[in-house]
C-alpha cells in the first residue's frame, strides 16, 4: 500500500483523521476475526491483504459508495482465493445466522444457503451484521438511508432473508 493510497482509503472512510484512524483499526480487527474464524493460517496478512486492494483501487480512481461493503467483498475473494472451499461466516456472530455449532457440515450449509442468495441480498445480510457495538447503530441507519428504507424496513428485509437462511440450512441437515 502506498501513502497516496492510504491516504485516500483513510479519506473514504471520513473526513476526520482520527476517526478514520479509528475505523481503519477497527475494520482491520473485524477483518482479522473474520479469517479467524474461517480457520485461515495467517489471518493478519490476509487483512492486510484486504486493505491493500482497497486501498489500491481507491488509488486507482475507482468509485466506492459504501466502504464497509466493499471491504466485505473483498474480503470474501481473498477468503476463496486462500481457502478454495471456504466457509463463509457473518462477520460478526449474531444469533441466527452462525449460532449453530461452527461444525463442517454446518459451515458448508451456511456457505451454500449464502451462494443461493442474490448478490444484492447477501451482500446486504453481510453488510447489516458486519458492525458490533456502537457503529453497529449508525452502519445501519447508513445503509437504510443509502437504500431509502426506514431502519425497520431494513431489519425486516433482513430478517427475512435470515430466516430464509436458517430454513435453507435445515433442508440441508434433513436431507443429510
Known amino acids: ?3 497516496q493510497g492510504l491516504k485516500q482509503f483513510l479519506a473514504l472512510l471520513s473526513d476526520d483523521p482520527e476517526r478514520a484512524a479509528e475505523l481503519y483499526l477497527v475494520l482491520l480487527g473485524k477483518l482479522i476475526r473474520y479469517f479467524s474464524w474461517n480457520i485461515c493460517p495467517n489471518p493478519e496478512e490476509l487483512a492486510d491483504e484486504v486493505l491493500d486492494r482497497v486501498a489500491r483501487r481507491v488509488e486507482g480512481g475507482e468509485q466506492i459508495q459504501s466502504p464497509i461493503s466493499y471491504v466485505l467483498g473483498v474480503a ?3 477468503l476463496l482465493e486462500s481457502k478454495p472451499k471456504a466457509m463463509l461466516l457473518p462477520l460478526e456472530g449474531e444469533p441466527g445466522i452462525a449460532a449453530e455449532p461452527r461444525d463442517d457440515a454446518s459451515l458448508h450449509d451456511l456457505d451454500r444457503c449464502l451462494e443461493e442468495l442474490e448478490p444484492e441480498s447477501r451482500a446486504m445480510l453481510l453488510e447489516y451484521y458486519s458492525a458490533d457495538g456502537g457503529d453497529r447503530i449508525r452502519v445501519r ?3 437504510a438511508d443509502r437504500m431509502g428504507l426506514s431502519v425497520n424496513a431494513l431489519r425486516n428485509r433482513c430478517l427475512r432473508l435470515r430466516r430464509g437462511l ?3 440450512m435445515e433442508r440441508r441437515r434433513r436431507r443429510q
Open 166 to 168: 436458517e430454513e435453507c
Open 1 to 3: 500500500m502506498t501513502d
Open 141 to 143: 441507519q447508513e445503509m
Open 76 to 78: 470474501r475473494r481473498v
